[in-house]
C-alpha cells in the first residue's frame, strides 16, 4: 500500500474551430497577438456567446468518462488577475459542472486501473506567457494572447492515485482517449493538454496530509518526475520533524526539482458568482442520446470489441489500442484478409520491437497494412517459417514485398519432407556425444537435435514437421 495520494487536474484544449466564447480563430503556432477580439481581451461593452460545437465536444468527453451529466450547468466567473488573463476574470463553470462521478479505466501493468473523476467542466484558456530565463530570475515577461478564450475541459480526479507511474498511466491513457474521440490532438508540447498535480503523504493513521500543489506540468516524464522529486522531498520533511506547508509549486525542468511560487488559494480568494452575460447551459437526456450513440468508440470499447471478436487477450487488445495509429493500422490489415492474432503478434512484438531498436514510428516508415497482412498471410501458409519471417522485417518496413523478398534470399519453406530427414541423419552424425546422452536417458537433448536442424535448414523448415521428424528419428535410435 502507497503512504501515497495523488489527484490530478488536466486542462484538455477542444479542436473547435473558434474560441469558446467569441468567433476568432482557435488555432495553434500563429503569429502571436493576431487571433484577437474585443469579447477575448476582455474590452468594455464586448459580450460572450457559447461555441455550441466545443460544447458538443465537452459532452462527448463527459460521456466517456462514463459521467453523470447535468442537465443545467451554469457559467461562472473566476476571478484573479494575471498578465496573461486580460479580462481580470476567467469564465469557467463551477457548483454544477457539465459532468461528475466518472471514472476512466486503462491497462496498467497485468491488469487495469481505475481513476475516479470528480468533475469536468468547460471554461475558457489563459493567454501564454514567455519568461527570460528561470520563471524565478526572469527579468521579463511577453503575452501573447492568442490563446486567450480557447475553449477548455478541465477534468479533475480524486485522489485516487498512489504512484507516480499510475499517474504517468492516467496521463497516457486520457491524451489516448481525447484522440480517438476527435476532440482534441492531445499534443502537450503544444499547450493542448496541460495537468496540475496535487500530492500529499499520508499520516501515520492512514489520513490524508497536507497537499502540495504542482502547476503546469506538459509532459508525461514532467509530471512523473515532479511528482517522484515532490514525494521524497515531503518524506524527507516529515523525517526530520518538519511539517508540510499547503503551497503551489512549480517543477523546474533542468533540475528535476519542485520550488515555491505562493500559498495554497483558498476557494473564496476567486470570489465566484455567476456569469451575468451568459445563460446557463442546458441540455436534455435526448440530445445526450444522440451525441452518445453519435460519438467515436473510445479505446476501452474497441479493446473490448478486439477481445469478443478477434479472442484477443486483454493485454493485446489494451495494447492494440494505446493509439489510434495503431489501431487503425490494425484494423485494416484484418480488413485484408490477415489473422487477428498472428499480425497483433507481429504489430505489437516484431515491429514495434524493431521500432524501438532504431529510434522509429509507424508514420516514419513505409510500412502499410497491406504490406504487412501479405507478411502474415505468408506465415500462415505455411509458405515463410516465423523465423523467417522475423529477418525480413527491416525489408518490410522500408516498403518491400515480403513475397519477393522471401524468394530472392531463397526463404520460401522447404515441403520436401525427404530433404529434412537427410538434414536430421547429418544433424544425429554429427553429434555422437549428444547421440549417447540421449540414449542413456538424457531426452531432453531432442530439443537441441530440433534447434541444430532448424539451423541446419537456413529458418527454411517448419519448426512442426521438424519436431516430428527428429521425435522419430530419435526414437529409432
Not at 1 to 9: A, H, P, R, Y
Not at 88 to 102: E, M, N
Not at 293 to 302: C, D, L, R, V
Not at 424 to 447: D, F, R
Amino acid at each position: 500500500m502507497s503512504d501515497l495520494v495523488i489527484g490530478i487536474e488536466v486542462h484538455v484544449q477542444l479542436l473547435s474551430a473558434t474560441k469558446m466564447f467569441c468567433g476568432c480563430k482557435n488555432s495553434f503556432g500563429d503569429e502571436p497577438n493576431t487571433n484577437v477580439c474585443p469579447v477575448c481581451l476582455g474590452l468594455p461593452g464586448a459580450l460572450p456567446v457559447v461555441n455550441e460545437k466545443a460544447t458538443q465536444m465537452g459532452l462527448q468527453l463527459a460521456l466517456a468518462l462514463n459521467c453523470k451529466i447535468n442537465e443545467v450547468a451554469p457559467y461562472y466567473r473566476k476571478n484573479y488577475f494575471y498578465p496573461d488573463l486580460p479580462k481580470g476574470y476567467q469564465i469557467t463553470q463551477y457548483a454544477t459542472p457539465l459532468g461528475q462521478k466518472g471514472f476512466l479505466e486503462f491497462p496498467f501493468g497485468k491488469g487495469k486501473k481505475r481513476v475516479d473523476i470528480t468533475r469536468i467542466h468547460l471554461e475558457e484558456d489563459a493567454g501564454k506567457m514567455f519568461h527570460s530565463g528561470d520563471i524565478t530570475k526572469s527579468s521579463s515577461s511577453l503575452v501573447d494572447y492568442n490563446r486567450c478564450g480557447a475553449p477548455l475541459a478541465e477534468i479533475v480526479t480524486e485522489p485516487c492515485i498512489e504512484t507516480p507511474e499510475e499517474a504517468q498511466a492516467y496521463l497516457f491513457a486520457l491524451r489516448n482517449l481525447v484522440r480517438f474521440i476527435g476532440i482534441s490532438t492531445g499534443n502537450m508540447e503544444e499547450g493542448a493538454l496541460r495537468c496540475d498535480v496535487n500530492v500529499s503523504v499520508k499520516n501515520p493513521d492512514g489520513s490524508f496530509g497536507t497537499k502540495v500543489e504542482v502547476k503546469n506540468l506538459n509532459s508525461f516524464r514532467s509530471a512523473r518526475r515532479a511528482l517522484e522529486f515532490e514525494a521524497k522531498r515531503q518524506r524527507d520533511l516529515i523525517a526530520q520533524g518538519g511539517q508540510v506547508t499547503a503551497e503551489t509549486r512549480h517543477f523546474i525542468e533542468s533540475t528535476g526539482e519542485t520550488a515555491g511560487m505562493r500559498s495554497k488559494e483558498e476557494l473564496n480568494d476567486y470570489r465566484y458568482f455567476p456569469e451575468p452575460d451568459l445563460p446557463p447551459m442546458v441540455t436534455n437526456t435526448s440530445q445526450i442520446e444522440k451525441i452518445r450513440q453519435e460519438m467515436p468508440k473510445t479505446p476501452g470499447q474497441i479493446a473490448e470489441k478486439f477481445e469478443k471478436e478477434y479472442g484477443l487477450s486483454q493485454y493485446d487488445a489494451g495494447v492494440l489500442t494505446q493509439d489510434k495509429e495503431t489501431t487503425a493500422f490494425f484494423e485494416e490489415c484484418v480488413k485484408n484478409g490477415a489473422s487477428p492474432k498472428k499480425t497483433c503478434s507481429f504489430l505489437t512484438v516484431e515491429i514495434q520491437g524493431y521500432f524501438a531498436k532504431e529510434g522509429l514510428s509507424l508514420g516514419q516508415t513505409k510500412l502499410t497494412p497491406k504490406l504487412l497482412s501479405e507478411l502474415v498471410k505468408l506465415v500462415d501458409s505455411g509458405q515463410i517459417t516465423n523465423q523467417s519471417a522475423k529477418t525480413i522485417i527491416p525489408d518490410v518496413v522500408a516498403g518491400s514485398s515480403s513475397e519477393k523478398v522471401a524468394k530472392e534470399r531463397n526463404l520460401i519453406v522447404i515441403e520436401d519432407e525427404s530433404a529434412i530427414i537427410e538434414l536430421v541423419k547429418q544433424v544425429i552424425e554429427n553429434n555422437p556425444k549428444q547421440v549417447e546422452q540421449y540414449k542413456q536417458g538424457k531426452t531432453a537433448l531432442s530439443g537441441f537435435f530440433i534447434g541444430q536442424v532448424l539451423k541446419a535448414s537456413c529458418g527454411k523448415a517448419q519448426a512442426e514437421t521438424v519436431k516430428r521428424l527428429v521425435e522419430e528419428a530419435l526414437s529409432r535410435l
